[in-house]
T-cell receptor, first 114, second 116 residues
Framework: GNSVTQMEGPVTLSEEAFLTINCTYT??????LFWYVQYPGEGLQLLLKATKADDKGSNKGFEATYRKETTSFHLEKGSVQVSDSAVYFCALTAGYSSASKIIFGSGTRLSIRP | DAGVTQSPTHLIKTRGQQVTLRCSPK?????VSWYQQALGQGPQFIFQ???????QRGNFPDRFSGHQFPNYSSELNVNALLLGDSALYLC???????????????FGQGTRLTVV
């Protein structure tokens, strides 16, 4: 079946450090891939997405590249800020429609020290 | 645009009781999906409603049921509550339309359900 595996947290970094959160997936066909972010006490916000192989999604300084050969979609940011502290979820949809059900990873909690 | 709104924000129920959670989709959206997020876990898909019918369902028992109204709003009902039903319940809306690829989902803030 379809699934997402992401690195376990928590991840603690100092401000301005480089961030990588690993994510790999298993899916039939050609899934769309997403990163969602959940700030404390809030719902999920879409951070970035990629819908086909070699696409790079980017937003707010975060980037992730859809790698079909390694079935990966790692999240990176060159210089993190305290305001980036949140839980990050890697996810995929496997249906034709972008509104298809979303399969999430277990989440990675990120804490940034001033 | 108010986005996706859910009510109530918090709820405490006793084991065995029944609960109804409500969701209003983002303006222009016609599809509502429900997810359960247990503490420290990723959200799990419960079901999806489109044109007032359940279109997809995840691996949840029949105690979980739903409804979509003509104005696209939706309810999630859970009967015979168990302690393990304590979670954040998230509603997501999207636009599917007819014969289109559709838009990605927008999530509400969630309803925190505690079963005691």
């Amino acid at each position: 079946g379809n699934s997402v595996t992401q690195m376990e947290g928590p991840v603690t970094l100092s401000e301005e450090a480089f961030l990588t959160i690993n994510c790999t997936y298993t899916a039939t066909g050609y899934p769309s891939l997403f990163w969602y972010v959940q700030y404390p006490g809030e719902g999920l916000q879409l951070l970035l997405k990629a819908t086909k192989a070699d696409d790079k999604g980017s937003n707010k300084g975060f980037e992730a590249t859809y790698r079909k050969e390694t079935t990966s979609f790692h999240l990176e940011k060159g210089s993190v800020q305290v305001s980036d502290s949140a839980v990050y979820f890697c996810a995929l949809t496997a249906g034709y429609s972008s509104a298809s059900k979303i399969i999430f990873g277990s989440g990675t909690r990120l804490s940034i020290r001033p | 645009d108010a986005g996706v709104t859910q009510s109530p924000t918090h709820l405490i129920k006793t084991r065995g009781q029944q609960v109804t959670l409500r969701c209003s989709p983002k303006s222009g959206h016609d599809t509502v999906s429900w997810y359960q997020q247990a503490l420290g876990q990723g959200p799990q898909f419960i079901f999806q409603y489109y044109e007032e019918e359940e279109r997809q369902r995840g691996n949840f028992p029949d105690r979980f049921s739903g409804h979509q109204f003509p104005n696209y709003s939706s309810e999630l009902n859970v009967n015979a509550l168990l302690l393990g039903d304590s979670a954040l319940y998230l509603c997501a809306s999207s636009f599917v339309g007819r014969g289109r690829r559709g838009t990605e989902a927008f999530f509400g803030q969630g309803t925190r359900l505690t079963v005691v």
